[in-house]
T-cell receptor, first 112, second 117 residues
Framework: KQEVTQIPAALSVPEGENLVLNCSFTDSAIYNLQWFRQDPGKGLTSLLLIQSSQREQTSGRLNASLDKSSGRSTLYIAASQPGDSATYLC???????????FGQGTRLTINP | NAGVTQTPKFQVLKTGQSMTLQCAQDMNHNSMYWYRQDPGMGLRLIYYSASEGTTDKGEVPNGYNVSRLNKREFSLRLESAAPSQTSVYFCASQGIAAGGPWTDTQYFGPGTRLTVL
């Protein structure tokens, strides 16, 4: 059974810092991995999607990497801003599956 | 495009009451999903529908039923609500969206906050 873990559960940093969020998964036979953002009281918004054949994806100040062999992904946020405060979730889709398995998320607070 | 819409946004039920949560998407996606989100538990899949006319159980299907009414609509029914079903329920669809950068990503609705007393 695929398990997805995100550490830490919560992170608070001052504005302007670069930071890394971590995601690990137990089954390396993945189809893709996604990072989502969830604002309080809202649904999830997809930030980045990395296919199993890719090593990283970038969107603006966000960069996600994937290392299937070690079962790890990281989300790098450069020059953090208070507007980046949200919960970030990673989710894995296994090969041949229609379903996503989610981590529990990291609640990020950027302090002005 | 409205994306994924859910109704109602909030609901309070008494134990034993029934209700149906509605979900619709206008992106012509084949796959649709129902999740529940609880503190400390992340998102857990209740049921999903890979295409019109098919449904499959997810991780936590007990106490729920679903109907894929047509390609656009996927409803979740609680036949006899229990306090353990107090949660936030999210519907999602999967596929390409106009202007979206990726294939096979999931698009989420705003959620239904359900309290069972």
């Amino acid at each position: 059974k695929q398990e997805v873990t995100q550490i830490p559960a919560a992170l608070s940093v001052p504005e302007g810092e670069n930071l890394v969020l971590n995601c690990s998964f137990t089954d390396s036979a993945i189809y893709n991995l996604q990072w989502f953002r969830q604002d309080p009281g809202k649904g999830l918004t997809s930030l980045l999607l990395i296919q199993s054949s890719q090593r990283e994806q970038t969107s603006g100040r966000l960069n996600a990497s994937l290392d299937k062999s070690s079962g790890r992904s990281t989300l790098y946020i450069a020059a953090s801003q208070p507007g980046d405060s949200a919960t970030y979730l990673c989710a894995v889709r296994l090969q041949g599956a229609q379903k996503l398995v989610f981590g529990q998320g990291t609640r990020l607070t950027i302090n002005p | 495009n409205a994306g994924v819409t859910q109704t109602p946004k909030f609901q309070v039920l008494k134990t034993g009451q029934s209700m149906t949560l509605q979900c619709a998407q206008d992106m012509n996606h084949n796959s649709m999903y129902w999740y529940r989100q609880d503190p400390g538990m992340g998102l857990r899949l209740i049921y999903y529908s890979a295409s019109e006319g098919t449904t499959d159980k997810g991780e936590v299907p007990n106490g729920y039923n679903v109907s894929r009414l047509n390609k656009r609509e996927f409803s979740l029914r609680l036949e006899s609500a229990a306090p353990s079903q107090t949660s936030v329920y999210f519907c999602a669809s999967q596929g390409i969206a106009a202007g979206g950068p990726w294939t096979d990503t999931q698009y989420f609705g705003p959620g239904t906050r359900l309290t069972v007393l």
